[in-house]
């Protein structure tokens, strides 16, 4: 049995490059779980997988794709029968061990979860990595004591993936979200989200004259970083807590201690990749049960494998709105 897969492989000293090949089950890599994937998603550290000299695909060849959701066919682990559906996220998947990019992958069964009940495969990757980010985010400021009462929470990277869930989860919540974009034309897909506000980045990312400005975020999810994490933290209120998930803005943060000694700001990091199994679970369990079914279908932007590879450059560029929700077996 042969089956399609995105195959990223350096044949030259030009780089990597990404074709869709037919492949067999010999060629996956070791793991006591086989799943026949279903869905898969685009997200920006794909983008970056599949560039020609990406620097976190150390091995070649590689089959790229951060998250899958799908069907257990075999497992030589009690947790998983054959008909089980199942979900994974982080763990090197799609960097360091094959990924979500082909209609079979082979995993060790520790790194995937069952799909929470409520969710279909497809829902659940248009939640993908980047959802689960959201949800852990979300989850880390309230018990860092974040609550509706407190004032405007701030949402930066809106209109992408990490940003949409957290604005409609937040939303849905009962906080007043303020949503930062960069793109004015997503102003009405925001506010369809959840989001009360809309601010424009060029408001916002720019470097702070002082450390500290006038107290004004409940609280923060940060899917950018670089300067635009730097402002914020100067302008969280007492005690308030910004839950950075992305790098987009790049990793160096040019922000003094000030906002953190005398405001008592918290930066809360969110890492979806080698998370605790059992914050995973209560992490998809809460979004599986507050995020509105509807607005999530709205995020979707569907594709096929043959597509993976412009859409990804499309991400790098920040061109893309919601969630790229890949159909494996389309054609």
Same mark, same amino acid.
């Given at each position: 049995?042969?089956?399609?897969?995105?195959?990223?492989?350096?044949?030259?000293?030009?780089?990597?490059?990404?074709?869709?090949?037919?492949?067999?089950?010999?060629?996956?890599?070791?793991?006591?779980?086989?799943?026949?994937?279903?869905?898969?998603?685009?997200?920006?550290?794909?983008?970056?997988?599949?560039?020609?000299?990406?620097?976190?695909?150390?091995?070649?060849?590689?089959?790229?794709?951060?998250?899958?959701?799908?069907?257990?066919?075999?497992?030589?682990?009690?947790?998983?029968?054959?008909?089980?559906?199942?979900?994974?996220?982080?763990?090197?998947?799609?960097?360091?061990?094959?990924?979500?990019?082909?209609?079979?992958?082979?995993?060790?069964?520790?790194?995937?979860?069952?799909?929470?009940?409520?969710?279909?495969?497809?829902?659940? =990757?248009?939640? &993908?990595?980047?959802?689960? $980010?959201? #949800? /852990? +985010?979300?989850? @880390?400021?309230?018990?860092?004591?974040?609550? *509706?009462?407190?004032?405007?929470?701030?949402?930066?990277?809106?209109?992408?993936?990490?940003?949409?869930?957290?604005?409609?989860?937040?939303?849905?919540?009962?906080?007043?979200?303020?949503?930062?974009?960069?793109?004015?034309?997503?102003?009405?897909?925001?506010?369809?989200?959840?989001?009360?506000?809309?601010?424009?980045?060029?408001?916002?990312?720019?470097?702070?004259?002082?450390?500290?400005?006038?107290?004004?975020?409940?609280?923060?999810?940060?899917?950018?970083?670089?300067?635009?994490?730097?402002?914020?933290?100067?302008? =969280?209120?007492? &005690?308030?807590?910004?839950? $950075?998930? #992305? /790098? +987009?803005?790049? @990793?160096?943060?040019?922000?003094?201690?000030? *906002?953190?000694?005398?405001?008592?700001?918290?930066?809360?990091?969110?890492?979806?990749?080698?998370?605790?199994?059992?914050?995973?679970?209560?992490?998809?369990?809460?979004?599986?049960?507050?995020?509105?079914?509807?607005?999530?279908?709205?995020?979707?932007?569907?594709?096929?494998?043959?597509?993976?590879?412009?859409?990804?450059?499309?991400?790098?560029?920040?061109?893309?709105?919601?969630?790229?929700?890949?159909?494996?077996?389309?054609?």
């Amino acid at each position: 049995m042969t089956f399609q897969a995105i195959v990223l492989d350096k044949s030259s000293d030009s780089g990597a490059s990404a074709s869709v090949q037919e492949i067999g089950l010999d060629r996956l890599p070791a793991g006591n779980v086989t799943v026949a994937v279903e869905y898969t998603t685009v997200n920006y550290k794909d983008g970056l997988c599949m560039q020609a000299n990406s620097q976190l695909v150390r091995n070649y060849p590689h089959v790229p794709g951060i998250d899958f959701a799908g069907t257990v066919e075999t497992s030589d682990d009690s947790r998983y029968k054959p008909g089980d559906k199942v979900v994974l996220t982080g763990w090197r998947v799609g960097e360091t061990h094959w990924g979500g990019y082909s209609q079979k992958a082979r995993v060790n069964a520790d790194w995937l979860v069952p799909l929470p009940d409520g969710l279909t495969t497809k829902q659940a =990757m248009a939640i &993908g990595t980047a959802g689960l $980010a959201a #949800g /852990l +985010a979300v989850i @880390a400021l309230e018990d860092h004591g974040m609550n *509706p009462s407190q004032g405007e929470v701030l949402v930066t990277g809106a209109a992408g993936g990490v940003g949409s869930i957290a604005t409609a989860l937040l939303g849905n919540l009962g906080f007043a979200v303020v949503a930062v974009t960069g793109r004015p034309e997503t102003e009405d897909y925001l506010k369809s989200l959840g989001a009360t506000r809309i601010i424009q980045r060029n408001e916002i990312d720019t470097v702070a004259k002082r450390p500290l400005e006038s107290e004004t975020w409940a609280g923060c999810v940060d899917a950018v970083g670089g300067e635009m994490l730097a402002r914020v933290l100067g302008q =969280m209120k007492y &005690g308030a807590s910004v839950a $950075a998930v #992305g /790098l +987009a803005g790049g @990793a160096s943060l040019p922000a003094s201690v000030i *906002p953190f000694l005398l405001r008592g700001v918290n930066l809360l990091g969110i890492d979806t990749v080698l998370h605790p199994t059992p914050k995973r679970i209560r992490a998809w369990q809460r979004i599986a049960s507050n995020l509105p079914m509807e607005k999530l279908d709205a995020m979707i932007r569907p594709g096929r494998l043959a597509d993976i590879a412009d859409l990804a450059e499309q991400i790098l560029q920040g061109q893309v709105q919601g969630r790229v929700v890949i159909d494996v077996n389309a054609v």
